[in-house]
C-alpha cells in the first residue's frame, strides 16, 4: 500500500494500531505522531484516519454532526455488529437512550454505592494477603471488584459471574486476532440477556430488584413507548462490557504502576487523601480507552488534512493525554497533578456514562488495598502496563 | 470579575467541578453541574479556578458585567 505517498502524507504511520502489543511502546509512538505528523492515517482495521491532538480531538467530540459515532464507534467490533446504545447513536435518537440512566450514575448515587464497594475491597484485598507472597492481583482484586460491584449495580445474578471473564476476554481482547472467538462469544452473551430478560419479565415488576440497571431499562419510555427486545439486548450488551472490563484495566494499571515506583507507593501511604489526585493522573497516563472511533458524516478538515465524507476516523484520547501543548512534562507520571483536564472519559455527548462509577471504584480500590497490602513490588517484567492480564506482585518485598 | 455559571450547553457531568469545589458546584439529579445560588461571585477562589481549569468540556464560564451591573458579553473563563 503506498497509501501516504497518494495522500500526500509526510510523516505518517500506515500501521499505527492501538490494540494489544501495539500498546506495549505506544507512548513513544504517540510522541513521534504528536511531534512529526499528528493527523494520519493508519490502514488497519478497514483504514482510518487517526487524530491525536488533544485540542482536535476535543473539536470532534464537540461536533457530533461531522463526527458520527455510527456505524460503530468500536474498532474493530466487540464481537456484534448491531449498533450498542447508547454509544453508537447518534442525535436525534441518542438523548433519549441516555437519558433513561443518567440518574443512575450521578456522583450522588454512586455514593450511595460506597459503604458496598468498600467492603467488597476490603474482603478481596484480605484474599490478596490470604494468597501468600506473590500474588496476582489482577485476579484477586482488578476484575473482581468490578464484576461483583457492577453486576449488583446491574442485577447480574451471582452466579452467572465466573462466566464473565471468559467473555470480556474473547470479545474485547480477542476481537484484533481472532475476530470469530469475539463474534461467538458476543453471540452467547446476546443469548445470556436475552434468557435474563426473560426471566425478570416473566418474574414481573413485583420480583423485580427495586433499582437495579436491568429494571430501570425494563421500566423505561423513550417517545411514549417501551424499549424493544432488541434495544435492550444492545443496551445490556453494552454496560457488560463497558462496566467489568474498563474499571478492571484502570485498578491493574494503578496497581501496575505503584509497583514499579516504590516512592509513589510510599507518598500515597503516607497521605491517602491524595489518591483521587493520583487515580486523575493514572487516568490521564494509562487509560483503558486509548482511543475510540467516529466516521465523517461530510467532508471536513482536521489541521489541514482533508477527512472524506464516510472515512473513520479514530480519536486517539491516549496520544492526546500526553499532548506537550496541554501538559507539562507530558510523559512524567506525577501523582500530584493539578491541572488534568483529561480526555479518559472521552467528552461531549458520548462522554463516558459511568465515569463517576468508575472513578470511584479505582480509589476506593487504592485506598484498600494500600491499607491493608505492605510494600509491594512487580515479580514479573514481562507483565504489560495495559489489559486485565496477570499483574503478579511480590509483597512484602 | 464575572458573574460565575455553567454553560448547561456543553456540561456533560463530568461532575469533575464538584469533585474540586463542592461549595460552588452542585449536580442536578441527571448529573449535570450548576453554580450554587449565591455562589455566582466565587470565581477567584482557588477550588473554583481549579475546578475551571479541569473541566473537560470548558463549560465553566463568567459572565461580564459592564458599569451598570448589566448582563453583557459572555466569555469563557478557561
Given at each position: 500500500m503506498s497509501t501516504e505517498t497518494e495522500r500526500g502524507l509526510s510523516h505518517n504511520k500506515s500501521d499505527f494500531?492501538?490494540?494489544?502489543?501495539?500498546?506495549?511502546?505506544?507512548?513513544?509512538?504517540?510522541?513521534?505522531?504528536?511531534?512529526?505528523?499528528?493527523?494520519?492515517?493508519?490502514?488497519?482495521?478497514?483504514?482510518f484516519w487517526y487524530v491525536t491532538k488533544s485540542e482536535d480531538i476535543f473539536n470532534a467530540e464537540q461536533d457530533p454532526d461531522t463526527f458520527a459515532v455510527g456505524p460503530s464507534m468500536i474498532l474493530p467490533p466487540f464481537g456484534t455488529d448491531v449498533p450498542l446504545i447508547p454509544i453508537d447513536i447518534d442525535p436525534p435518537a441518542h438523548a433519549d437512550?441516555?437519558?433513561?440512566?443518567?440518574?443512575?450514575?450521578?456522583?450522588?448515587?454512586?455514593?450511595?454505592?460506597?459503604?458496598?464497594?468498600?467492603?467488597?475491597?476490603?474482603?478481596?484485598?484480605h484474599e490478596v494477603l490470604a494468597a501468600g507472597d506473590v500474588v496476582d492481583v489482577s485476579?484477586?482484586?482488578?476484575?473482581?471488584?468490578?464484576?461483583?460491584?457492577?453486576?449488583?449495580?446491574?442485577?447480574?445474578?451471582?452466579?452467572?459471574?465466573?462466566?464473565?471473564?471468559?467473555?470480556?476476554?474473547?470479545?474485547?481482547?480477542?476481537?484484533?486476532?481472532?475476530?470469530?472467538?469475539?463474534?461467538?462469544?458476543?453471540?452467547?452473551l446476546n443469548d445470556y440477556f436475552d434468557r435474563l430478560l426473560d426471566e425478570r419479565e416473566e418474574a414481573g415488576p413485583e420480583a423485580e430488584p427495586s433499582n437495579d440497571l436491568i429494571t430501570q431499562l425494563l421500566k423505561a419510555e423513550v417517545k411514549g413507548r417501551k424499549l424493544t427486545r432488541e434495544e435492550l439486548l444492545s443496551y445490556c450488551y453494552l454496560l457488560f462490557l463497558a462496566g467489568l472490563d474498563t474499571t478492571a484495566w484502570a485498578i491493574r494499571s494503578a496497581l501496575w504502576y505503584l509497583a514499579g515506583n516504590p516512592q509513589a507507593q510510599q507518598q500515597l501511604r503516607e497521605n491517602p487523601d491524595l489518591i483521587p489526585t493520583a487515580a486523575e493522573e493514572f487516568l490521564r497516563t494509562l487509560s483503558p480507552v486509548q482511543a475510540m472511533a467516529?466516521?465523517?458524516?461530510?467532508?471536513?478538515?482536521?489541521?489541514?488534512?482533508?477527512i472524506k465524507a464516510g472515512e473513520r476516523v479514530v480519536l486517539v484520547f491516549?496520544?492526546?493525554?500526553?499532548?506537550?501543548?496541554?501538559?507539562?512534562?507530558?510523559?512524567?507520571?506525577?501523582?500530584?497533578?493539578?491541572d488534568n483536564r483529561h480526555l479518559a472519559f472521552g467528552g461531549g455527548i458520548h462522554?463516558?456514562?459511568?465515569?463517576?462509577?468508575?472513578?470511584?471504584?479505582?480509589?476506593?480500590?487504592?485506598?484498600?488495598?494500600?491499607?491493608?497490602?505492605?510494600?509491594?513490588?512487580?515479580?514479573?517484567?514481562?507483565?504489560?502496563?495495559?489489559?486485565?492480564?496477570?499483574?503478579?506482585?511480590?509483597?512484602?518485598? | 470579575m464575572g458573574e460565575l455559571w455553567v454553560d448547561g450547553g456543553r456540561c456533560q457531568g463530568h461532575a469533575r467541578c464538584w469533585a474540586l469545589a463542592p461549595e460552588t458546584f452542585e449536580i442536578d439529579e441527571e448529573g449535570y453541574a450548576h453554580v450554587i445560588p449565591g455562589r455566582e461571585n466565587s470565581g477567584d477562589e482557588p477550588n473554583v479556578r481549579k475546578a475551571i481549569r479541569n473541566c473537560p468540556e470548558r463549560a465553566i464560564l463568567e459572565r461580564e458585567t459592564n458599569d451598570a451591573g448589566e448582563k453583557a458579553s459572555e466569555v469563557s473563563a478557561s
Open positions: 494500531d492501538f490494540h494489544g502489543r501495539s500498546l506495549d511502546n505506544i507512548f513513544d509512538e504517540y510522541q513521534d505522531i504528536l511531534t512529526n505528523g499528528p493527523v494520519g492515517h493508519s490502514n488497519k482495521y478497514g483504514g437512550f441516555r437519558k433513561i440512566l443518567l440518574p443512575m450514575f450521578t456522583p450522588m448515587n454512586v455514593s450511595k454505592l460506597g459503604p458496598g464497594m468498600r467492603e467488597t475491597a476490603r474482603q478481596l484485598c485476579a484477586k482484586l482488578a476484575r473482581p471488584m468490578p464484576t461483583i460491584i457492577f453486576s449488583r449495580l446491574a442485577g447480574y445474578p451471582e452466579q452467572d459471574w465466573p462466566i464473565f471473564d471468559r467473555w470480556i476476554d474473547e470479545i474485547i481482547y480477542e476481537r484484533t486476532a481472532h475476530p470469530e472467538t469475539a463474534y461467538a462469544a458476543g453471540r452467547e467516529r466516521t465523517a458524516k461530510k467532508d471536513t478538515v482536521v489541521r489541514g488534512q482533508e491516549g496520544a492526546g493525554n500526553r499532548d506537550p501543548e496541554v501538559y507539562e512534562e507530558p510523559n512524567e507520571i506525577k501523582i500530584d497533578r493539578e462522554r463516558c456514562l459511568g465515569s463517576n462509577l468508575g472513578r470511584a471504584e479505582m480509589v476506593i480500590a487504592m485506598e484498600e488495598f494500600l491499607k491493608a497490602v505492605p510494600h509491594f513490588e512487580r515479580a514479573n517484567d514481562d507483565e504489560p502496563w495495559h489489559g486485565v492480564g496477570p499483574l503478579t506482585l511480590k509483597i512484602g518485598a | -
